[in-house]
């Protein structure tokens, strides 16, 4: 016997594949270790495991002697979980004791979730969740630190001084304060050579620039060599 096609599984595999592109673009676009293709594997597959899942929940007979019960969502449950494992891939942790991944491994479980909606048959919901998606990860951010807490609207860098005379250690420290450079930690260390090494971590507002900042360091009296990073 042939096997009809069913174009509403292939619609909902199409509808899938869009939506996971949309988000893979958008980490595609910021050089995301998770981007394009494993938003795309991770939609469509999520879909077609739910897909299968539903469909499967009601393809056993039934009569009087035997009755046998299927969960339709019990393969889209497993998904859920089981995402975590390439959620966990992508977070990492930075020399600077720092953790980046967080939002990519977000985005990896809101694939997933929006592939097993598409899978259900609740289209525009999903589509409705990818738009807050992105507003969410594009637009909130840009509001927050335009009218947002002050807290928001600042980033941090981690700067290592190589300051000679100790007397000049209070001195830079000052004159970073009136540069509206707030200091966060600050740690001193006494080198071998005599010299000193003053790791600071500051926060300056977002819309400077981090070599504004470095010039600006370079040139307070008592600073011999300035390194800096942008956290």
């Known amino acids: 016997m042939p096997i009809g096609i069913d174009v ?11 939506l996971g592109l949309i988000i893979g673009l958008e980490r595609e676009l910021k050089r995301k270790p998770v981007g394009l293709k494993t938003s795309l594997v991770i939609s469509i597959v999520s879909c077609l495991l739910t897909i299968v ?4 929940a009601y393809m056993f007979p039934h009569n009087d002697n035997i009755n046998i019960t299927m969960d339709p969502l019990r393969l889209a449950a497993q998904i859920v979980s ?7 891939g992508v977070i990492l942790r930075r020399g600077n004791d720092s953790i980046s991944g967080l939002t990519t491994a977000a985005l990896i479980w809101g694939a997933a979730g929006v592939g097993i909606a598409v899978g259900a048959g609740f289209y525009w919901e999903a589509a409705t969740g990818v738009a807050l998606l992105i507003i969410s990860v594009e637009i909130i951010p840009i509001i927050m630190a335009l009218i947002g807490p002050r807290q928001l609207r600042e980033k941090e860098i981690k700067l290592q001084l190589n300051i000679q005379n ?11 304060r009136e540069e509206k450079l707030s200091i966060k930690h600050l740690r001193i260390k006494d080198l071998d050579n005599g010299d000193h090494l003053v790791q600071l971590k500051v926060t300056v507002n977002y819309k400077r620039q981090t070599t504004d900042v470095y010039y600006t360091i370079s040139k307070i009296n008592g600073v011999r060599g300035v390194e800096i990073e942008s956290l």
């Open 8 to 18: 509403e599984i292939l619609m909902k595999l199409g509808i899938t594949a869009f």
């Open 82 to 88: 089981g995402i975590g494992f390439l959620g966990a």
């Open 53 to 56: 899942s539903i469909e499967s």
């Open 166 to 176: 100790k007397e000049k250690i209070v001195e830079v420290i000052t004159a970073m």
